[in-house]
């Protein structure tokens, strides 16, 4: 399985940013998608995920009613929307995939890793 991120840049604080990942190869069994982002120097922390059906996501306390998680299985796209962004939401954000059926937030539970795109705000 492969996963490309994409959709980063450089934004205002309060502004807005829609990052895609594709999925693509062994892409026939049911995987969860998880966003984990990371500032060079520190620990990767995750953001959000969702699971196959897209029935159940999570979020992590600081972006819980600013980032939106969705998927298209036919498009084989997950997306994550962040509205409201702030300073220290600045990072690299990878995709991640998980073959199952459940939405995990542990980064050791994901298998397949993008390389990730950079976010900045910054005024």
């Known amino acids: 399985v492969q996963l490309q991120a994409s959709g980063g840049g450089v934004v205002q604080p309060g502004g807005s940013l829609r990052l895609s990942c594709a999925v693509s190869?062994?892409?026939?069994?049911?995987?969860?998608i998880g966003w984990f982002r990371q500032v060079e120097g520190k620990e990767r922390e995750f953001v959000s995920a969702?699971?196959?059906?897209?029935?159940?996501?999570r979020y992590a306390d600081s972006v819980k009613g600013r980032f939106t998680i969705s998927r298209d299985n036919a498009r084989n796209m997950v997306y994550l929307q962040m509205n409201s962004l702030k300073p220290e939401d600045t990072a690299r954000y990878h995709c991640?995939?998980?073959?199952?059926?459940?939405?995990?937030?542990?980064?050791?539970?994901?298998?397949?890793w993008g390389r990730g795109t950079q976010v900045t705000v910054s005024s």
């Open positions: 190869g062994r892409t026939s069994r049911p995987y969860a």
């Open positions: 991640a995939a998980d073959e199952g059926l459940g939405v995990g937030t542990g980064e050791h539970e994901y298998d397949y």
């Open positions: 969702i699971n196959w059906s897209g029935g159940n996501t």
